[in-house]
């Protein structure tokens, strides 16, 4: 009974957090004069174990993202037999190595770091062998930290245009993470250069690149990301409270 208890407190902390979020977006997309349907909500689960995560989608949350390959095989099994719900999309939002792209194509409906050729021609011919289409995003790092993954900003139009021509990706947009600072308003240019990034690559008119999508902003920064154009924010802390180490 106990434990009855203690998991509905969860529930509820969850669902309080969600609705908490979801004012606090609304409030950030009033301030730029933006419609808050325009902006997706990811929670991002690492560490979170598979319970907690059902938690959240039975709270309302439809969009995860996890890190690593490894992690999300454990949680979600290798071909997503523990959550297969068809109203849930999950994301890789993690660094993807190439001699993992295949797993990666087992459990996650999309890639958001694609941050080189070598692994988008990987990614194509696994499409192609498995017949899928496959929704990709650019990573940039913006930030210009050396512990951070991402094509430099001034190499993100060549690689887009090369990833753009193999068969099978579909370049939706792209993604990065600002730079580590308590401040979210020293993280602001980081946002302003990713959507400088978009604009140019939306100018060129590439065949097979859509830049609807904006991939900036997580818990500590998000309102200022979306304040810079950010359309899918990627929240842990503010949905599923202090992480596990």
């Known amino acids: 009974m106990f434990r009855f208890f203690h998991e509905e407190l969860i529930v509820e902390s969850i669902k309080k957090r969600w609705h908490r979020l979801q004012e606090r977006v609304a409030q950030a997309a009033a301030r730029a004069g933006r419609d808050p349907n325009e902006i997706q909500i990811m929670a991002v689960s690492k560490t979170m174990p598979l319970e907690r995560i059902l938690e959240a989608r039975d709270a309302g949350v439809t969009l995860f993202g996890e890190n690593r390959i490894q992690e999300a095989m454990q949680k979600f099994g290798n071909r997503r037999q523990n959550f297969s719900d068809p109203d849930v999309s999950l994301h890789l939002v993690g660094h993807l190595q190439s001699n993992k792209a295949r797993k990666a194509l087992d459990l996650f409906d999309m890639i958001h770091s694609l941050d080189r050729v070598r692994l988008a021609e990987v990614l194509s011919r ?83 690149v859509s830049t609807d999508i904006l991939s900036m902003g997580m818990t500590n920064d998000f309102e200022a990301a979306i304040e810079e154009g950010s359309t899918l924010i990627r929240i842990g802390t503010a949905i599923f409270g202090p992480r596990n180490t």
């Open 126 to 208: 696994i499409a192609q062998e498995t017949n899928r289409e496959l929704p990709i995003l650019i990573e940039v790092n913006t930030s210009g930290e050396k512990s951070k993954f991402g094509v430099a900003p001034e190499q993100s139009l060549e690689l887009t245009r090369k990833a753009a021509s193999f068969p099978n990706l579909k370049i939706l947009g792209f993604m990065t993470v600002g730079a580590w600072l308590p401040d979210p308003e020293e993280v602001r240019p980081c946002f302003q250069l990713l959507r400088e990034i978009r604009d140019r690559v939306a100018s060129e008119k590439i065949a097979n």
